[in-house]
């Protein structure tokens, strides 16, 4: 069964530096998201895309993450200047159409120090 | 008033009990519904979805939707202590599909 990719699977990095999270969604899939998980908290949405462009974000995602497909297949978030409050869980998800369920990859565990 | 509501928990019930699962939801025009199970350091993992009122049984798991009561409900027949987990239900608005709402979820024991 085809899967959502994430990598790498744990991140870490230092306050102030720059990461990328790498995502490669299902190959026929439409609709990709970035959510983020908190270690003991709720599922948060961060952005959803669609068409090569973002279709909504939330209040989380401010300027300093953004999204990029780049070449078709991938689909990144990075994360410019890290904050010790962005460390979470990091999942990537994609659905083939607008109804549809969101199918998850296996999460990217960031850890800022 | 939060998009989705979920009593976290934890449910505690005995193996081969059923697990009653509760959410509910404020927007009246969600379409879709959804339970995912999470399983503690791994990423959600879809159950069920319903897209109508009534009931729709998978196995041992039943989802049920009421849309004139904004509420979603899940249960699980036989209780396994491999079903322990938290249980996330999701809803996805008609008119902004772009955002799929997750409860904060519900955290099931069951008890061998």
């Known amino acids: 069964e085809p899967e959502v990719t994430q990598t790498p699977s744990h991140q870490v990095t230092q306050m102030g530096q720059e990461v990328i999270l790498r995502c490669v969604p299902i190959?026929?899939?439409?609709?990709f998201y970035w959510y983020r998980q908190i270690l003991g908290q709720k599922v948060e949405f961060l952005v959803s895309?669609?068409?090569?462009?973002?279709?909504?974000k939330s209040e989380i995602f401010d300027d300093q993450f953004s999204v990029e497909r780049p070449d078709g297949s991938n689909f990144t978030l990075k994360i410019r200047s890290t904050k010790l409050e962005d460390s979470a869980m990091y999942f990537c998800?994609?659905?083939?159409?607008?109804?549809?369920?969101?199918?998850f990859g296996n999460g990217t565990r960031l850890t800022v120090t | 008033q939060k998009e989705v509501e979920q009593n976290s928990g934890p449910l505690s019930v005995p193996e081969g009990a059923i697990a009653s699962l509760n959410c509910t939801y404020s927007d009246r025009v969600s379409q879709s519904f959804f339970w995912y199970r999470q399983y503690s350091g791994k990423s959600p993992e879809l159950i069920m979805s319903?897209?109508?009122?009534g009931d729709k049984e998978d196995g041992r798991f039943t989802a049920q939707l009421n849309k004139a009561s904004q509420y979603v409900s899940l249960l699980i027949r036989d209780s396994q202590p491999s079903d322990s987990a938290t249980y996330l239900c999701?809803?996805?608005?008609?008119?902004?599909?772009?955002?799929?709402?997750f409860g904060s979820g519900t955290k099931l024991n069951v008890k061998p």
């Open positions: 895309f669609y068409n090569n462009e973002i279709s909504e």
């Open positions: 999701a809803v996805n608005k008609g008119n902004n599909f772009n955002k799929f709402y």
């Open positions: 998800a994609s659905r083939p159409d607008r109804s549809s369920p969101l199918h």
């Open positions: 319903i897209y109508s009122n």
């Open positions: 190959s026929n899939h439409l609709y």
